[in-house]
Structure formats: C-alpha cells, structure tokens
C-alpha cells in the first residue's frame, strides 16, 4: 500500500503495515490516542470550570479620585456596574458626575471608607465650549437632582441646596446618613 491510502492511515496514526482488524492492531494504538486526547481535553475543560465556580463571579469599583465628567459617561458606566451586581467602595474623592452613583447603582452596594469625601455642585456646560466660563445648566442640574436618592436631597436641602461652588461632605455621621461604612476588611 503507497500513496494517498499510505499516506491517510499515517495521519490517522494507523500502520498501513499492520492488519487492521487484528489484536494489536494501529486501530487499538489509534483508539487509544483518541481516548488520551479526549481524557486530557475533558480534564482541562474540568479544570476550567473549577476555576470559573473558585473565581469571584463580580469586581468591586473602587473610586479613589474621580472629579465627575460628562453626566452621560457616568449615566452609562453605573447603569453597567448596576446590571453586573457589582459593588462600589468610595475610597477617596468623589466629586460631580461620579455622585450619579447614589442615584444608579443600589445604595446597599455601595460603602464608603474613612478617606471618602464627595462634592456635590450645580451642573454647568463643559468650558472648552463656553471660552473657559462657567455657564450653569439648569436642565443638566435638574436632571442630577432626578437621579438622587431622598437622603441626598435632603442633604443638599439642609445645606443651602446646590450652587456653582462645590459643596463637601467627607466621611462620618453626616454621610452615613446617606451611606453606609464598609466593613473593616476594605
């Protein structure tokens, strides 16, 4: 046997040479590579699958020092973590758009550290496009105070209610009446 046929078995890894039907056969040698190949493949699929199930199933966001940005950025990075389940520890600075957090995601998802501090201020157009002047929007303010829950609101009621300048809250009673301390393990 030559040529393709020869050929054909070989790739297989059956011996052309060795009767194909008898004990001993490269039939049995070829089964057996197959029923290695498979045995490794379904224990590293296993394996996979323990690492997946071992692996925490969600990430925490950690805010350290964020100044706000664009309220739609914010609208849409917090409406993620909220469909992900995911929880957000306040660890430092949380200023503007980045306190859209307390209105998107659960309040009992999100805790706040002892270096936690927001700042809350009225909504104003981006100043590239206003000639680095400060031109408030009523509509963008109007729309932030939508998303805050009523303890927020409060908070910004017994605190003359939002102005051009950034109004502070850092962490202890005051802001625990919005959100909860984490745990120690944070």
Do not use: H, Q
């Given at each position: 046997m030559r040529g393709v046929d020869w050929l054909q078995y070989r790739l297989q890894g059956i011996d052309p040479g060795r009767n194909v039907f008898g004990s001993g056969s490269g039939v049995s040698r070829h089964s057996n590579r197959i029923g290695g190949r498979l045995m490794r493949t379904l224990g590293l699929m296993l394996c996979s699958i323990a690492v997946c199930v071992a692996a925490p199933a969600r990430a925490d966001l950690r805010i350290t020092r964020d100044h706000g940005g664009y309220v739609t950025e914010y609208k849409t990075k917090y409406e993620r973590i909220r469909a992900r389940h995911?929880?957000?520890?306040?660890?430092?600075i949380c200023n503007s758009a980045c306190t859209m957090v307390f209105g998107i995601v659960p309040i009992n998802k999100i805790c706040v550290t002892p270096r936690a501090s927001l700042g809350f201020h009225q909504a104003y157009y981006d100043?590239?496009?206003?000639?680095?002047?400060?031109?408030?929007?009523s509509e963008?303010?109007?729309?932030?105070?939508?998303?805050?829950?009523s303890s927020v609101k409060d908070w910004i009621r017994r605190n003359g209610g939002l102005t051009?300048?950034?109004k502070k809250?850092?962490?202890?009673?005051?802001?625990?009446?919005?959100?909860?301390?984490?745990?120690?393990?944070?």
């Open positions: 995911e929880r957000v520890i306040i660890d430092g100043k590239a496009f206003t000639f680095g002047i400060k031109v408030i929007s963008g303010t109007s729309d932030l105070m939508a998303y805050y829950p051009p300048e950034m809250i850092r962490n202890g009673p005051e802001l625990w009446k919005i959100v909860d301390p984490c745990p120690e393990d944070f």
